[in-house]
């Protein structure tokens, strides 16, 4: 059974960080190309950081400079440090995995096949 749980969200001050960790079990995390994504109440869900088995990643516009994206194939864990926090950064979190492909790492959604419950992140003064 494929798993993917996030946790690490939070209440943070703009400026603020948080990490987010997402533990997968039931595939072989190593093989899998890893995503985090973040959908704000009334917005479409919308891409946040790719990563692939080899390392390469990819970031949104919005959050280059500020989030870093890695994973630990040991502990079969996501991760995503988020640094310097704006209140447009409130959304509910998810990670999600997908069979690397020749265009990964991605940030399109349609790709990825397994997705976790989400972790809530909250940046307000």
């Known amino acids: 059974q494929i798993q993917l749980v996030e946790s690490g969200g939070g209440s943070v001050q703009p400026g603020g960080s948080l990490r987010l960790s997402c533990a997968a079990s039931?595939?072989?995390?190593?093989?899998?190309?890893m995503g985090w994504f973040r959908q704000a109440p009334g917005k479409e869900r919308e891409g946040v950081a790719g990563?692939?088995?080899?390392?390469?990643?990819t970031y949104a516009d919005s959050v280059k400079g500020r989030f870093t994206i890695s994973r630990d194939s040991g502990r079969s864990t996501l991760y995503l440090q988020m640094n310097n926090l704006k209140p447009e950064d409130t959304a509910m979190y998810y990670c999600?995995?997908?069979?690397?492909?020749?265009?990964?790492?991605?940030?399109?959604?349609?790709?990825?096949?397994?997705w976790g419950q989400g972790t809530q992140v909250t940046v307000s003064s």
């Open positions: 039931g595939y072989p995390f190593s093989s899998y190309c």
């Open positions: 990563i692939h088995t080899d390392g390469r990643t």
């Open positions: 999600a995995a997908m069979r690397c492909a020749w265009w990964s790492p991605t940030l399109t959604q349609r790709y990825y096949d397994y």
